[in-house]
């Protein structure tokens, strides 16, 4: 029996485990791949505070862990499926056995989101890709297509154009949604070019990526550009389905809480890209954690 079960052991959860780990209570991870979460996706982060220039996001997660080792927070490697409430004891099921906690913190973060178009599945690692820190080196000299334009879209089309020949960015609106200095850079970037007011509607290729159809959504002219690369950044999906309905959440799937970052069940609690927010930050997850981590102390004591 665990005082504490942090399922998912991004930044947000392991703010939470440091926390919870400082507080003395009894807690395990329960994390499906490695430490780290969707961060990992990217290269740097250039907004962390305490970080002039930047911080590799390898870099940052090893010494989060490193913080977490040293207070007897247990790792295991597996995946949640199924979780039993009551108000007594939570069951958690997983792969490799069963869990049983006092209290649960819910940090299994969020997935890129698919654009659900023609030859976007067909074509996932021949040419479709949704990492350009993973996948960008395969893309020297070549023609590549960012699709979004947002934070994401931006730092990736900037990382991509050190590889790639060319690199086009598609977005369906006239202005990006980046940061004013990110836009910025991407605008001063000889090897970026802007395609705004547009959606890609097709990949298209035999084998391979070997370009995408663009519809203009002013003028409704439709064009096809040549590519060998589609790298697809257009927002992020919650990892809940394992819930199977067990919480509130929003239509989409986030999680809904307090600002004590309580849920609709009693003993359960949820942080980071998980939970529904306005702002999708590792800062914002970090803090939730903490705040997490510390509604889950006081609950346990009130318990005693």
């Not at 961060?39 to 996001?57: D, H, K, Q």
Request: charged letters at 25%.
């Amino acid at each position: 029996m665990y005082d504490l079960i942090i399922i998912g052991a991004g930044p947000a959860g392991l703010t939470a485990a440091l926390y919870a780990g400082r507080a003395r209570l009894k807690t395990m991870f329960l994390e499906k791949i490695n430490p780290g979460g969707q961060i990992v996706l990217t290269r740097t982060i250039e907004n962390f505070p305490g970080f002039a220039g930047g911080v590799s996001t390898q870099e940052l997660i090893s010494s989060m862990r490193k913080q977490v080792e040293g207070l007897e927070v247990e790792i295991k490697i597996d995946e949640a499926a199924k979780i039993v409430y009551t108000a007594e004891v939570i069951k958690i099921y997983g792969s490799e056995g069963e869990y049983q906690t006092k209290s649960l913190i819910i940090a299994s973060g969020a997935l890129p989101k698919q654009l659900g178009i023609e030859g976007e599945n067909r074509f996932f690692g021949r040419g479709v890709s949704y990492c350009g820190t993973c996948d960008g080196p395969l893309f020297k000299d070549k023609e590549i297509v960012v699709i979004g334009g947002g934070d994401r879209a931006a730092e990736e089309a900037i990382f991509l154009s050190s590889y790639a020949k060319k690199v086009n960015i598609v977005h369906r609106r006239k202005i990006l949604r980046a940061s004013k200095i990110l836009e910025e850079r991407v605008r001063q970037n000889p090897k970026i070019n802007l395609v705004l007011d547009s959606i890609v509607e097709w990949i298209i290729g035999k084998d391979k990526v070997e370009g995408v159809r663009i519809k203009n959504l002013k003028t409704g002219s439709v064009t096809n550009l040549s590519c060998q690369g589609v790298f697809i950044f257009v927002g992020i999906k919650p990892n809940t389905a394992f819930l199977n309905n067990l919480l509130e959440t929003d239509e989409t799937g986030f999680i809904i809480t307090d600002q004590e970052m309580k849920t609709s069940k009693e003993g359960i609690f949820a942080c980071g890209d998980c939970r529904k927010k306005s702002l999708y930050q590792v800062i914002t997850a970090c803090g939730e954690g903490a705040v997490a981590a510390d509604s889950v102390y006081k609950y346990l004591i009130t318990k005693k």
